[in-house]
């Protein structure tokens, strides 16, 4: 069973910075480093949408609406995974998601991805 947990949500000014950390735990096979990971984050008015995504190889992608600011990183040894978002923006408020997924698909749409954590609140203030 694979278990994700966030941390480092919170409340921050516009143009201040926060750093989301994802902590994964999985049975030992397969192992986190073969999993592809992203962030999304959702909002009560929109589906949940993409934010950043990381494949086993470290190739990364971002939604164009962060692309600049936010940062996604993975440190397999230790199977976390982080979101590094700089010059936060009103508009970034949202439940940010970290997500997990084994398949080799697409990283973008959050139906490709079969596991979660439960979420972690960021509001930017304007």
């Known amino acids: 069973q694979v278990q994700l947990v966030e941390s480092g949500g919170g409340l921050v000014q516009a143009g201040g910075s926060l750093r989301l950390s994802c902590a994964a735990s999985m049975p030992s096979f397969p192992p986190f480093i073969l999993y592809d990971m992203a962030w999304f984050r959702q909002t009560p008015a929109k589906d949940r949408e993409f934010v950043a995504g990381?494949?086993?190889?470290?190739?990364?992608d971002y939604a164009d609406s962060v692309k600049g600011r936010f940062t996604i990183s993975r440190d397999n040894a230790q199977k976390t995974m982080w979101l590094q978002m700089s010059s936060l923006k009103h508009e970034d408020t949202a439940v940010y998601y970290c997500?997990?997924?084994?398949?080799?698909?697409?990283?973008?749409?959050?139906?490709?991805?079969?596991?979660w954590g439960q979420g972690a609140q960021v509001t930017v203030s304007s």
């Open positions: 997500a997990a997924k084994i398949k080799s698909t697409g990283i973008r749409d959050p139906k490709d991805f079969k596991f």
């Open positions: 990381i494949r086993p190889s470290a190739n990364t």
